[in-house]
C-alpha cells in the first residue's frame, strides 16, 4: 500500500523535489474537500509548475500504472478531488497563467488554475467576462469548473459551464495529449468538449481551456423579494418563469440562512422576520427594456404575495444585496463546526412541496437545515450545519441526506446539479441509472482510461453495473460489447 519512493523519486525529477510533498503533515493538507463528510490522505502530492512538467508527470504515472487524481483549489463538495494512499494527487494550483485574451473572437485561453473571478477581471476592460460564477468563483479553478461541469446564480440566463467551453488541450491518462473541439466551435462530428466538461476528472487532465467570453450587460435591475414562507416563495418563482421571464439570476434564501448572514460580517440588509427571501436580477442591451420587465416582475413579486420588494438603485447597492447570496456558505459556516452543502435538482414546480420536506426531514433527525439556492432551475442546495466528531450527529446527517435526495428523486428530479457526483453520491446513483446504463457510462469511461487510473473509484458505483451483478449471482459475465460496457 502507498505510493513507491521510486515513482516518488521520479517525480522529484521531473518537477523538483521542492514540488513533491510526501510527509504525513503535507499529505494532511489534501485529505479532504470542501465536504466534511470524506476524508482520504493520498500517497504523495505533486505541483507541476508548467504544462509541460504536467504531462510528464501523467506519462510517468501511465508508465509505472499508478492511480492520480487532478485537484484544483479543493472547493469541491463530492469528494471528487480525494486520492487514496496508493495514488498521486496532481495539484494544478500553479498552472494560473491567462494564455491569451481575444476580444474580437470573445474568447480566452488560460491554464486550468486560473480562478474564476481573476477571468473576469482579465476581461472587464474589454467589456466581457466569463459567466459561470459559482459561489466559490473567489478561490474555485477554471480547470475545476470544467471538471465538475459548475454551475452558478447566472446559470439561469446563461447556462453552466459546459456552455461557455470551446476548445480543450487534455493529457489522456495514457500521457497522451489531444485537443478536443476548436476555438470557434465544434459544428461537426460527436461532441467531445460536452464529453469532457463534467468527467470529474476520469478522462484526463485539461491543459490550456479555450473559453467562450460573453459581453457584459449594459443594464441590470436587481431587486429583493420578502415572503411569509417557503411555499409563497417557491409559488413566485414558478409564476416569473410562467409569464415568459428568464432572469439572469433567481436566488432564495431561507429564514434559517437569512438569520445566519444578518448575524455574520455579510451582513446585506435581508429582513430577519421573513420565511425566505428571493433575489431576482434581470439584465440586458436596453434599459429602458430592462426597466421594464423589473417593473414587471416586481408586480408580480407583490401578487404572488411579497410583503416588501426591494430595487437596486446603484451598483453599491446591487452588490450589498448579492452580499448575502455569495457569502451564505461562509456565513452558514459560523453555525457549527461542519457544514454539509447538498445539492440536488427539482422540476420548479415541485419546489414548494420538497422544501416542506426539507423542513419535516430536518425537524425528524433534529438537525438543523438553512437553505440557499438557485430556484429558477430548480437547483437546490440544503446546508447542514453539524459536528463531524459526533457519531451520532454523523449518522442523523447521512441518513437525512439520504432522504432528502430520495424526495427529490421521487419528485421527479436528480441527485446532483453543479457539485457533481465524486465520492458521497456514489450509493445514490442506482436511484435514477438502471445497471445498463450505468455499464454504458463505464464503456465510454474506458476509451478515454482503459487502464482505470484517472481518479478511480469516483461516479461510477462499478457494483451497480449489470455484469457484476451477473458475476457474483454465479453467471458468466457477457462480453462488454453486449453488456453496454458494464463491469
Known amino acids: 500500500m502507498g505510493v ?42 505533486v505541483l507541476p509548475g508548467t504544462r509541460e512538467e504536467l504531462v510528464r ?51 480566452a485561453v488560460v491554464e ?81 468538449v460536452g464529453l469532457f466538461v463534467g468527467s470529474e476528472g476520469m478522462f484526463g487532465i485539461a491543459t490550456r481551456i479555450t473559453v467562450r467570453l460573453t459581453p457584459l450587460p449594459k443594464a441590470v435591475r436587481t431587486l429583493l423579494a420578502d415572503f411569509e414562507t417557503l411555499r409563497i416563495a417557491g409559488e413566485a418563482v414558478s409564476a416569473i418563469i410562467g409569464h415568459g421571464f428568464v432572469p439572469a439570476a433567481l436566488e432564495m434564501i431561507d429564514r434559517n440562512c437569512i438569520r445566519a448572514v444578518e448575524a455574520s460580517i455579510y451582513a446585506a440588509g435581508y429582513p430577519t422576520d421573513a420565511g425566505a ?9 436596453a434599459e429602458a427594456v430592462v426597466v421594464a420587465e423589473g417593473a414587471e416582475v416586481e408586480r408580480l413579486l407583490r401578487a404572488c404575495g411579497a410583503r416588501t420588494v426591494q430595487v437596486a438603485s446603484d451598483a453599491s447597492e446591487r452588490e450589498r444585496l448579492w452580499q448575502g447570496r455569495k457569502k451564505a456558505f461562509g456565513a452558514l459556516g459560523r453555525v457549527n463546526r461542519d457544514l454539509f452543502v447538498q445539492d440536488t435538482v427539482v422540476p420548479r414546480s415541485a419546489l414548494p412541496h420538497v422544501l416542506e420536506q426539507v423542513d419535516r426531514i430536518a425537524l425528524a433527525h433534529g438537525i438543523h437545515i438553512a437553505n440557499v439556492f438557485h430556484a429558477g432551475d430548480g437547483n437546490l442546495h440544503p446546508n447542514i450545519a453539524f459536528d463531524s466528531r459526533d457519531p451520532d450527529q454523523l449518522e442523523r446527517v447521512e441518513r437525512a441526506s439520504a432522504e432528502i435526495l430520495e424526495v427529490c428523486v421521487a419528485a421527479g428530479g436528480t441527485i446532483t446539479g453543479e457539485h457533481g457526483v465524486g465520492a458521497d453520491k456514489l450509493r445514490y446513483m442506482p436511484l435514477i441509472f438502471d445497471g445498463d446504463t450505468l455499464g454504458a457510462m463505464r464503456a465510454v469511461h474506458l476509451v478515454f482510461d482503459p487502464d482505470e487510473i484517472a481518479n478511480p473509484g469516483k461516479v461510477l458505483p462499478i457494483h451497480a453495473c449489470r455484469d457484476w451483478r451477473r458475476a457474483a449471482a454465479g453467471g458468466a459475465p457477457a462480453p462488454m460489447a453486449a453488456a453496454g460496457g458494464g463491469a
Open 112 to 192: 486550468p488554475g486560473v480562478v474564476n473571478t481573476r477571468l473576469t477581471a482579465a476581461t472587464e476592460p474589454h467589456g466581457l467576462h466569463y459567466a459561470p460564477d459559482p459561489s466559490s468563483q473567489t478561490v474555485c479553478t477554471i480547470g475545476g469548473n470544467v471538471a465538475e461541469n459548475a454551475g452558478g446564480p447566472h446559470c439561469l440566463k446563461y447556462g453552466v459551464t459546459t456552455n461557455h467551453i470551446l476548445e480543450l488541450e487534455v493529457v489522456l491518462p495514457d500521457g497522451s495529449v489531444t485537443t478536443l473541439g476548436s476555438k470557434h466551435g465544434e459544428p461537426w462530428g460527436p461532441d467531445l
Open 4 to 45: 513507491p519512493a521510486r515513482v516518488t523519486s521520479a517525480l522529484a525529477g521531473v518537477v523538483g523535489r521542492g514540488s513533491v510533498r510526501v510527509a504525513p503533515a503535507e499529505l494532511e493538507t489534501y485529505a479532504s474537500d470542501g465536504l466534511p463528510t470524506h476524508h482520504s490522505r493520498p500517497g504523495a502530492v
Open 57 to 107: 508527470v501523467v506519462q510517468l504515472l501511465a508508465y509505472h500504472r499508478v492511480p492520480f487524481v487532478a485537484r484544483g483549489a479543493g472547493t469541491g463538495l463530492s469528494g471528487g478531488a480525494l486520492a487514496d494512499a496508493d495514488a498521486v494527487l496532481i495539484s494544478l494550483t500553479r498552472l494560473t497563467r491567462i494564455l491569451e485574451v481575444d476580444p474580437a473572437n470573445r474568447l
Open 277 to 285: 427571501v428571493l433575489l431576482v436580477e434581470l439584465d440586458g442591451a
